[in-house]
């Protein structure tokens, strides 16, 4: 059974700094997922990476994947008000031909003005 | 272009009631999923279909039921509602494969009392 682990499950930091998001995964995958979630709303997607060393950046957020060592990181730079959301990574999980998406316990990520 | 459509968006049931969360989708996707998030937590896979025809179980699947007769349309049952099903219920579809990420519905808050 896939495992999809994230830490911190809270992170409260101040406009400005800069911050990292873990999450690790417990079986062999090809690909995952970055959502962000705002209160009360629906999923959003924000990042797909595909393979061992996949980067990818949007504004002040990049995401990365370490298959070898089943890690993936969403590194903040220079946090603003404006991505204070619950942040979900997801794997996707490949047996038979049937893939299912199984997703980490969520950041709940608050900035301070 | 529509997307994912749920209905109904809010529901309150009594417990024993029935009911049914509709779900459609207008991607031609082969995908389709059923997550349940409670409050202040991940989201955890109901059931899932790769097709029309063919629907298979989640990591939580007990006291729900699904079909899947065309494409478009992915119902998720609820034949004897307890209060532990009260949950935001989401609804996702994907194509296969690829670097296509799941597109999610504007979620049903359900309420058992």
């Known amino acids: 059974e896939l495992k999809v682990e994230q830490n911190p499950l809270f992170l409260s930091m101040q406009e400005g700094k800069n911050y990292t998001i873990y999450c690790n995964y417990s079986?062999?995958?090809?690909?995952l997922y970055w959502y962000r979630q705002d209160p009360g709303k629906s999923l959003e997607s924000l990042f797909v990476?595909?393979?061992?060393?996949a980067v990818k950046q949007e504004g002040r957020l990049m995401a990365s994947l370490d298959t070898k060592a089943r890690l993936s990181t969403l590194h903040i730079t220079a946090a603003v008000h404006d991505l204070s959301a619950t942040y979900f990574c997801?794997?996707?999980?490949?047996?038979?031909?049937?893939?299912?998406?199984?997703f980490g316990t969520g950041t709940r990520l608050t900035i301070i003005p | 272009n529509a997307g994912v459509t749920q209905t109904p968006k809010f529901r309150i049931l009594k417990i024993g009631q029935s009911m049914t969360l509709q779900c459609a989708q207008d991607?031609?996707?082969?995908?389709m999923y059923w997550y349940r998030q409670d409050p202040g937590m991940g989201l955890k896979l109901i059931y899932y279909?790769?097709?029309?025809?063919?629907?298979d179980k989640g990591e939580v699947p007990n006291g729900y039921n699904v079909s899947r007769s065309t494409t478009e349309d992915f119902p998720l049952r609820l034949e004897l509602a307890a209060p532990s099903q009260t949950s935001v219920y989401f609804c996702?579809?994907?194509?296969?494969?690829?670097?296509?990420?799941?597109?999610f519905g504007n979620g049903t808050r359900l309420t058992v009392t």
């Open positions: 996702a579809s994907t194509a296969t494969g690829g670097n296509s990420p799941l597109h």
């Open positions: 079986t062999t995958s090809d690909r």
């Open positions: 990476l595909l393979s061992n060393g």
């Open positions: 997801a794997v996707v999980l490949t047996l038979f031909g049937n893939e299912k998406l199984t």
């Open positions: 991607m031609n996707h082969n995908y």
């Open positions: 279909s790769v097709g029309a025809g063919i629907t």
